[in-house]
Nanobody
Framework: EMRLVESGGGLVQAGGALRLSCVAS??????????IGWFRQAPGKEREEVSC????????DYADSVKGRFTISKDASENTVYLQTNNLRPEDTAVYFC???????????????????WGQGTRVTVSS
């Protein structure tokens, strides 16, 4: 069974940092042809794509709202994608979901609703 399992959320003061982890398992042909990334959903707001990583070549993209503060990376030996979140702001408060699509980050936001896969989410709360 293919699964994405997130961890690392929590409560932090503004300016603080958290590292979110997403462990992928059960992908029968590995992850080379997948893009894995993060969305977030805040109360009363639309879902936002935060960051994406193409597993094969490590190319990445970021939402403008997090550029320069968040970094996505992978550990291939652990089938894990990380999202290092620095200089957190109250507006970063949300549930963060790991997600994967078969394909490229260029199609991440479009493809996720067609045949993507989601983790259960991890909550990040940033106090002012």
């Amino acid at each position: 069974e293919m699964r994405l399992v997130e961890s690392g959320g929590g409560l932090v003061q503004a300016g603080g940092a958290l590292r979110l982890s997403c462990v992928a398992s059960g992908f029968p042909r590995g992850l080379d042809d997948y893009a894995i990334g993060w969305f977030r959903q805040a109360p009363g707001k639309e879902r936002e794509e935060v960051s994406c990583l193409n597993w094969r070549d490590r190319t990445t993209d970021y939402a403008d709202s997090v550029k320069g503060r968040f970094t996505i990376s992978k550990d291939a030996s652990e089938n894990t994608v990380y999202l290092q979140t620095n200089n957190l702001r109250p507006e970063d408060t949300a549930v963060y979901f790991c997600a994967s699509v078969y394909g490229d980050c260029a199609d991440f936001n479009k493809s996720i609703d067609e045949d993507g896969m989601w983790g259960q989410g991890t909550r990040v709360t940033v106090s002012s």
